[in-house]
């Protein structure tokens, strides 16, 4: 039998980053995949070959609609390839995957591929698809087994016409008319791949408006582009039934004065969140108990009932992100090794990657006023920047909440080109606690996106902004 110091079950971000950290830090690692490929949902099914098509999409959209601005004239039709966009999505998974593998040969870590799952606190079975099992012992074990598309419990996912993000990301045809069931960011980010391919796109969310965990602000704003971009979006309604019909999916939905609304198109994504994945794992076995959402609970520490169990990512509380998962992982590795790591849950920040990006980080304006919170609010739109005239990207604005005595920044919300990269300034800044006159002081590089930044903590200073 083979003996670790650390086992990590589940091989996503925060299971692969976890198990690099643990070798790092000189314990002697496995890392134990169901799936024949290292990576979980965000590399194989998810962050990574979704993000492929949205760039795919992009580059035909910019040729059919913004290329002969820019001078560039095209002779001849421009049609999309989707076989050819899924191919190449396939091709950057592949490629990203194989890193992971190339990662785990770097740091001596042993992988072993099959379900894991507890005998007892120390002991893990690993069964494989051939039908063979071995067991291993490990000192620690961390579980990172992620999660899993969520559904409704009157859906019949056929995973053909009615489906979930995994069957989105390779279709075999564009769709005529999508129905997505979820106006959060998996559905937004797929609805504007086929969108932009040429498929009507229908919105059905049970929420009053789209991303509503992100700041109101932003949510009011995604929501006016993308009806300018000839999305449909119904919100206050909740789905009553979804039903196919040959190839026809019909979905039936009441809206918020108690009317029924009948949807009809081609495909139906059902995208209302995930859910914990811990199937298979034997957790009661080695005494790790799960919540009433079927999440593995811990402590502070991401410490099980089990001492010597921890666990990270989606299968435990918090946002299903996978930069969060990450950051537990080498917290996790940490603390084995007897250190003392932090997180700030405040300050990891949410993305959509739809066109415009949005991106946010702290306290939102809804949360201040709940929490009683004094607190100024400075914005700036994207517009006004030569930059984003330049790019033909003037959509979306900058804000930036901060406390209205000590002038600290609570919360930066945006939307616009590039803001996926752009909200990392402002976690940075948060993390050293600056304020908004911090910001306002710093040079910023012109012509850039992220003047948008220092002109919105202008605007919270007292109504500086220079270019507004």
Not at 45 to 70: M, N, Q, R, W
Not at 133 to 144: G, L, P, R
Not at 417 to 438: C, K, L, P, Q, Y
Request: proline share 3%; net charge negative; charged share 25%.
């Amino acid at each position: 039998m083979s003996s670790f110091d650390v086992a990590v079950i589940g091989s996503g971000p925060g299971g692969y980053v976890a198990a690099i950290r643990c070798a790092q830090l000189g314990m002697k690692t496995a890392i134990i995949e169901k799936y024949s490929t290292l990576g979980g949902t965000c590399l194989n099914v998810g962050c990574i070959p979704s993000k492929a098509l949205l760039d795919s999409s992009h580059h035909y959209e910019d040729a059919l609609k913004h290329f002969e601005t820019h001078g560039i004239e095209i002779t001849g039709e421009i049609t999309p390839n989707l076989e050819k966009m899924i191919s190449r999505k396939q091709a950057v998974v592949d490629q990203t995957t194989q890193g992971i593998n190339f990662l785990m040969d770097k740091n001596k870590i042993t992988v072993f591929e099959g379900l894991g799952s507890f005998q007892d606190a120390t002991h893990i079975k690993i069964s494989k698809a051939d039908g063979t099992a071995e067991v291993i012992e490990a000192k620690n074990t961390i579980v990172a087994t992620g999660s899993k598309p969520a559904n409704l419990p009157f859906i019949n996912l056929d995973k053909e016409r009615i489906i979930t993000s995994t069957e989105a990301l390779k279709l075999k045809e564009i769709p005529k008319h999508l129905i997505v069931i979820g106006g959060g960011v998996i559905g937004l980010e797929l609805g504007q791949v086929y969108k932009r391919l040429g498929a009507e796109v229908t919105i059905v969310e049970y929420m009053d408006r789209i991303i509503p965990t992100m700041d109101a602000g932003l949510s009011k704003e995604l929501g006016r582009v993308l009806k300018k971009q000839k999305f449909k979006l119904n919100v206050s309604h909740q789905v009553n039934s979804v039903e196919r019909v040959g190839d026809e999916v019909i979905v039936k939905a009441t809206d918020k004065k108690g009317r029924e609304v009948e949807i009809k198109g081609d495909y139906c994504l059902v995208a209302v969140g995930r859910t914990p994945y811990t199937e298979g794992l034997n957790a009661e076995a080695a005494g790790v108990k799960l919540d009433d959402r079927g999440r593995i609970e811990t402590n502070n520490h991401l410490q099980t009932a089990t001492t010597n169990i921890y666990a990270i990512g989606d299968v435990v509380k918090g946002a299903m992100l996978a930069h969060k998962a990450e950051e537990e992982g080498v917290m996790v590795a940490e603390i084995l090794a007897g250190e003392k790591p932090h997180i700030d849950y405040n300050l990891i920040p949410g993305v959509v990657y739809t066109w415009p990006e949005v991106a946010a980080v702290g306290k939102t304006e809804e949360e201040l006023k709940e929490a009683g919170v004094a607190y100024k609010s400075g914005q700036f739109a994207m517009r006004a920047l030569g930059r984003a005239r330049a790019s033909m990207n003037i959509e979306g604005f900058v804000k930036i909440l901060a406390d209205k005595n000590t002038d600290e920044i609570l919360g930066v919300h945006m939307i616009g080109a590039r803001a996926a990269d752009m909200i990392a300034e402002a976690v940075t800044a948060m993390e050293f606690r600056a304020s908004a006159e911090d910001i306002s002081r710093i040079s910023h590089a012109h012509p850039t996106f992220t003047e948008a930044i220092k002109e919105a903590a202008l605007a919270a200073t007292g109504d500086r902004a220079l270019h507004a």
